[in-house]
């Protein structure tokens, strides 16, 4: 018997002739999945030509990196004591900002390997620009433990390379696992990144007219044909990589939180840090994720794609992992006050109501109160406020790790060594220009990657509505 091999479109004709009964036909949209709007709306973001705003921001990105790059050759010329490090506070800003921008990064491993494994159909929408995220903000990290050191050209012995010297790093210290984490963390967040973005770039590659474009998502595309087979492997090789991912979103930050609580100092010294910096990545990591992806919705027209229902999971991941960090909190003082230690006593009182007092309660404001907003639904609908407490989050999260790190360093066993720790302008630019390094990066990917996974986005996507909203 033969087949017809006649186009969908014309059944409801073939029907009508067959059959007497006149019957209602409907658009093909509402019957078929036709997603090659989400294809043009993705894809054009990178083909269109570059928009004015895209230069503008740009150049001031690029200007404010221009602060790191001066900060940093004056550092290298004159010395580490440009930084404001000084007894008793000998870790300043350069670790506070170190351990902020790996917090950062953390969400994109989260949302990428963690809820693929949960098979959280929502996170297809931002796990993209997650991992890119992630990707720079480790970038940024590394930069301010390597010029730490003060000699940079001395930074290869922290790897167990053989040397004249017979030198060998201490690999009972915390500092030593950074290393190792942070690369392993890095690597693996490259690869998993660029893996997802494979069956894309084979997209650009065949949509691409101009001839450096084919060039260019050709050679990254790897040979990519659509074919079950690259499929078969792709899907395989993605698992694997979720798989390899998920303990890293534990194993990086608590290693991390192990330069802290492996110290013997009041206010360090504690069991709580490793889950407590956890929640914490977390939480700084999505209120980055809000914080770009939000405007993003808005100039690139995206509310079919990113929708009222992924703000509000954001929102909630955000409750939880704010309220655990408030809980950590209250319960640094429960630790201190029952373990009868004064020092520990002295070392949280003081944070509260010492030298230091305003970072504290802006670090409680930030992290502990403006989260809370987010139990109310008309919050989390108001697209601006939302975006608008998300930076709240981060400036929060960024006086969490100061106050963890001067208050206890400004104010140790001595008091005749008491000190106070101030940055100086050398400080404040180094950290003002990875703003500005980081924002370069992650203009470089929206010109020329895609935004969004395509086969993801349309495999989850409950209607092809070109001109709706929200779904």
Not at 45 to 74: H, N, Q
Not at 82 to 107: T, Y
Not at 350 to 378: E, K
Request: charged share 10%; proline share 6%.
């Amino acid at each position: 018997m033969a087949v017809s091999t006649h186009n969908l479109d014309d059944t409801p004709e073939i029907l009508t002739r067959l059959e007497p009964v006149k019957i209602e036909t409907r658009p093909l949209v509402e019957n078929n999945r036709d997603f090659h709007w989400i294809t043009d709306k993705i894809c054009g973001i990178v083909e269109a030509d570059t928009p004015r705003w895209w230069w503008v921001c740009m150049v001031a990105a690029m200007g404010t990196a221009s602060f790191t790059l001066f900060g940093l050759v004056y550092l290298v010329s004159t010395g580490v004591g440009v930084w404001g490090l000084a007894n008793p506070v000998n870790w300043g800003w350069a670790i506070v900002n170190f351990v902020f921008w790996i917090g950062i990064g953390h969400a994109g491993t989260l949302i990428s390997a963690v809820l693929c494994l949960l098979k959280q159909p929502w996170r297809t929408s931002i796990n993209r620009a997650a991992e890119a995220m992630t990707i720079f903000a480790v970038v940024c990290a590394g930069i301010f433990p390597l010029f730490h050191v003060g000699r940079v050209w001395y930074a290869w012995f922290l790897f167990p390379l053989p040397n004249s010297n017979a030198i060998w790093p201490n690999f009972r210290s915390p500092l030593e696992w950074d290393v190792f984490a942070v690369s392993t963390y890095g690597t693996v967040s490259v690869l998993f990144w660029y893996m997802g973005m494979i069956p894309d770039l084979g997209v650009l590659r065949d949509r691409a007219k101009a001839k450096w474009r084919k060039y260019f998502y050709g050679v990254l595309a790897m040979g990519w044909r659509n074919s079950a087979r690259h499929w078969n492997n792709y899907e395989m090789a993605y698992l694997l990589l979720a798989g390899l991912s998920t303990p890293l979103v534990l194993s990086v930050h608590t290693i991390v939180s192990f330069d802290f609580a492996g110290a013997n100092l009041p206010g360090w010294h504690t069991t709580i840090f490793p889950p407590y910096f956890v929640a914490g990545a977390i939480f700084s990591g999505f209120g980055m994720v809000l914080t770009l992806m939000l405007p993003l919705r808005a100039v690139f027209g995206l509310h079919d794609l990113l929708t009222q229902n992924h703000i509000d999971n954001m929102c909630k991941i955000v409750l939880a992992t704010g309220t655990m960090v408030g809980y950590a909190y209250s319960m640094e003082f429960f630790i201190a006050w029952y373990g009868a230690n004064p020092f520990e006593v002295f070392a949280f009182v003081n944070r509260a109501f010492g030298q230091y007092a305003w970072a504290y309660w802006i670090m409680v404001g930030c992290n502990v109160i403006s989260p809370q907003l987010f139990w109310f639904s008309w919050i989390r609908n108001n697209t601006p406020l939302v975006w608008v407490i998300s930076i709240f989050v981060n400036i929060g999260m960024w006086f969490e790790r100061f106050v963890i790190t001067a208050t206890s360093l400004a104010n140790d066993f001595l008091p005749s060594s008491w000190g106070y720790y101030s940055p100086t302008v050398v400080d404040i630019f180094t950290f003002f220009g990875t703003f500005g390094l980081f924002s370069i990066l992650f203009l470089l990917f929206l010109r020329f990657l895609p935004l969004m996974p395509l086969a993801e986005v349309k495999h989850v996507i409950p209607a092809a509505d070109p001109h709706g909203h929200d779904h």
